[in-house]
């Protein structure tokens, strides 16, 4: 069993920064892929910022490139997301996701979400 617990998030104006922050337990093969996904009211999840399935660099949304860096603690078992220049449309719940990676090529399989952390970003 993997518990994934979220911190960080809150409200801060626009062109602030904020820091999430990530803590996993359990076996470390479930929590190889790991990443933060946003979900918005009344719009889809999406994945903000993962590490790639081999982790040997990370992905994120064309939305905040650029101003957000995703980083992880393998020792710690721990995943940051520093979000800077925030803008009103990263309101949202963030979540922080992990799972085991598959397949050839590898693929990640987010099986594990914390219970969200809520970034609300004012004008």
Not at 57 to 68: C, I, N, P, Q
Request: hydrophobic share 30%; glycine share 12%; aromatic share 12%.
């Amino acid at each position: 069993q993997v518990q994934l617990v979220e911190s960080g998030g809150g409200s801060v104006q626009a062109g602030g920064s904020l820091r999430l922050s990530c803590a996993a337990s359990g076996a470390s093969g479930y929590t190889y892929c790991m990443g933060w996904f946003r979900q918005a009211p009344g719009k889809e999840r999406e994945a903000v910022a993962v590490f790639n399935a081999v982790r040997t660099s990370a992905d994120y949304a064309d939305s905040v490139k650029g101003r957000f860096t995703i980083s992880r603690d393998n020792a710690k078992n721990t995943l940051s997301l520093q979000m800077n220049s925030l803008k009103p449309e990263d309101t949202a719940m963030y979540y922080c996701a992990a799972g085991p990676a598959y397949g050839y090529p590898r693929k990640c399989e987010y099986t594990y979400w914390g219970q969200g952390t809520q970034v609300t970003v004012s004008s």
